[in-house]
């Protein structure tokens, strides 16, 4: 079996104590690749091209000390651990350099292949361990605002979403509209495919929607096959040709159950507020709901805006 190279750069502009860590490492069971730099500036040059496991960092550098140098990126992402290397009865500098984000410290006079060894794989092992619990919270995020069948944004997220960007466009005088999508008779689907087919075609639907909005757009899963896309920064005439697309794209859709085509179409109801009074959650669902109404009851397939004269809209 292959053993892994683990890659060391060493901050350290005495030669003496490069040559004492080049040393140990060279003695180790493990395998070891070292850079050395001798300044916090061109250690932050060899990150920006360079990846590393590990950076042993010297307390006493010119210009910029170790310390600072370990607050100033302690805490940036794709930056590796930390071990600081210190003198000889330096314990108060190595208790800075843990609180300032360290991992370990050592001092010169008692690194040897063991010490040095089991300090760095110790490190590395709590940074693996930190990651992945990092990842485990994002995870935890990420399915806490995400429809689990879609993708999607859900319902919850929307509505928090919903607030902010109101706000938002309160305060900055910035356009805001609402879409509101339904799949035209999608239960049929459901009743001459089954459910599982329903849930296929729910999921390239959302692909499709997520393909054709854009980055700022706020996407969600409103329940069933409903669906919302909020576009900041959109008045009337942006939002209706984002719901054409949309419509568009979801028709374009080649779905098949066995060998069964099946035909998809929506129909989309816009809102974009003319007042700032209006800008307030549920007058912007309402409303694009509403429209979405005036869209169903004049044929499907089709966009309409709130703005024109509708069947039992307020």
Do not use: W
Not at 22 to 49: G, H, K, P, Q
Not at 94 to 112: E, L, M, S
Not at 234 to 260: C, D, K, S, V, Y
């Amino acid at each position: 079996m292959t053993k892994t190279t683990l890659r060391v750069l060493v901050v350290e502009d005495n030669p003496g104590d490069v040559g004492l860590v080049r040393a140990a490492l060279e003695e180790s069971t493990v395998i070891f690749e070292v850079d050395n730099v001798t300044s916090a500036r061109s250690c932050r040059r060899a990150l920006e091209t360079e990846r590393y496991d590990i950076i042993l960092l010297d307390y006493s550098l010119p210009g910029e000390n170790g310390l600072d140098f370990l607050r100033s990126i302690s805490g940036k992402k794709n930056v590796p651990p930390v071990i600081m290397l210190t003198g000889q009865g330096d314990e108060l500098i190595a208790k800075d350099a843990i609180r300032g984000g360290a991992r370990d410290y050592c001092a010169k006079g008692r690194i040897n292949s063991t010490t040095l060894t089991r300090a760095i794989l110790e490190a590395l092992e709590v940074a693996r361990l930190e990651a992945e619990e990092e990842r485990q919270r994002e995870e935890t995020d990420k399915r806490a605002v995400t429809d689990p069948l879609t993708g999607l944004y859900n319902r919850n997220y929307l509505g928090d979403a919903l607030e902010k960007e109101c706000r938002r466009a309160k305060r900055y005088g910035s356009p805001l509209s609402c879409l509101m999508l339904d799949l035209d008779d999608f239960k049929e689907v459901n009743d001459r495919h089954g459910h599982l087919e329903g849930d296929s075609v729910l999921r390239q639907v959302a692909i499709a929607i997520g393909n054709s909005v854009r980055e700022i757009d706020i996407a969600a899963r409103y329940g069933g096959d409903e669906f919302c896309i909020l576009a900041p920064e959109t008045g009337l005439e942006g939002a209706m040709q984002l719901a054409e697309r949309l419509r568009f794209a979801i028709a374009a859709m080649e779905l098949h159950a066995g060998r069964h085509r099946i035909a998809i179409t929506a129909s989309i109801g816009v809102f974009s507020p003319a007042t700032m009074n209006q800008l307030r959650p549920t007058t912007l669902l309402d409303r694009a709901d509403a429209a979405l109404r005036k869209a169903k009851l004049t044929g499907k397939n089709q966009v309409c805006d709130y703005t024109i004269p509708s069947i039992g809209v307020a």
